[in-house]
């Protein structure tokens, strides 16, 4: 295992529609290899979600692990570590919130973007088996995160305002709610 780089904004991987995981490579030992590189770089760097071509590989596989409790973004339930590979993510409702959301590819910034709030998410599990999960509010809008670096998008692409990007300090100082706690995830 290795902690990986996080690519960057700016690195073409980051803006490439990744290619689905055939089911022979499906646990597997390079993906099996990807996928713990990718939980040691998730832990190192100190994030919640990562998706394959943030470490430069353009492959439809991603993580999420979700410690839940207080957190800047609300109370938020837990979701152990999970691995999703080939995932489909469905809008059941198309009500939009906004969160500020941050990623390992964009350090430092922080955007204010609008999602639906109420999806559902099929995908085949590292060892091969498939899963449906259901997913609101602010999960919902994690899953969208992780999912879009598959499809080649980031989250500055759906800011609701272009004015709605900021600096991490400045965002802390002038924009952050008052009432949400900020704890880094
Ligand atoms: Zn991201």
């Known amino acids: 295992m290795a902690v990986r780089k996080v690519v960057r904004m700016g690195h073409p991987v980051l803006r490439q529609a990744a290619r689905p995981l055939e089911p ?7 993906m099996r290899r990807l996928l713990a590189d990718m939980i040691e770089t998730l832990h190192d760097y100190g994030g919640i979600g990562l ?3 943030q470490v430069g590989e ?3 596989l991603a993580i999420i692990e979700i410690p839940g409790g207080p957190t800047r973004y609300g109370d938020i339930p837990e979701m152990p570590l999970t691995a999703f590979v080939n995932p489909d993510i469905e809008v059941v409702d198309p009500e939009t919130q906004g969160y500020w959301e941050g990623c390992l590819s964009v350090p430092g910034l922080r955007g204010f973007v609008e999602r639906p709030q109420h999806v559902k998410v099929r995908y085949t599990n590292e060892h091969g088996a498939r899963g449906e999960l259901e997913l609101t ?9 992780e999912f ?10 759906r800011l609701a305002d272009p004015t709605l990007l900021s600096f991490e300090e400045e965002y802390l100082r002038y ?3 008052r009432e949400a706690p900020h704890v880094d995830l």
């Open 148 to 157: 879009d670096h598959l499809d080649g998008k980031l989250y500055v692409d």
């Open 137 to 145: 509010g602010f999960l919902a809008t994690v899953f969208q995160h």
């Open 58 to 60: 353009s492959v439809r």
């Open 51 to 53: 998706a394959a071509p």
């Open 175 to 177: 924009l952050a709610p």
């Open 24 to 30: 022979d490579e499906i646990g597997g030992e390079p």
